[in-house]
């Protein structure tokens, strides 16, 4: 995995967990819109938006760069609509760059062939 591929993944991670947290904030907030007198929907509804737009530019970066099949790519889409799926999101791109980083070494050190 060169450096710009790794590079856009870990944008993807880390804009992901940010943008649950938000879009969780933004369900408490339209909750509290109608209940309360509460009403911070306009200032999260923001915030999500920008956060959700970085999201959905940076899995089209690393899609691009990784060459993921469909399935992954939509998984990925998926998981930014869903309101903890960002977590979710988060520690399986973690798992997959901490994968490119043990095979990167083991081809550097000749342990592999692939």
Do not use: Q
Not at 24 to 51: E, Q, W, Y
């Amino acid at each position: 995995m060169d450096i710009k591929t790794a590079s856009a993944l870990r944008r993807l991670r880390l804009v992901s967990a940010p943008e649950a947290v938000s879009f969780l904030l933004l369900i408490i907030c339209s909750v509290l819109k109608r209940t309360t007198d509460f009403n911070a929907v306009p200032v999260m509804g923001m915030v999500h938006g920008v956060l959700f737009i970085l999201y959905v530019l940076f899995w089209l970066d690393a899609w691009n760069r990784t060459k993921w099949n469909v399935k992954t790519a939509a998984l990925y889409f998926i998981l930014s609509v869903l309101p903890t799926g960002g977590f979710f999101a988060e520690r399986k791109l973690k798992r997959e760059a901490e994968a490119a980083v043990i095979a990167s070494r083991a081809r550097r050190e000749g342990v592999v062939s692939a």
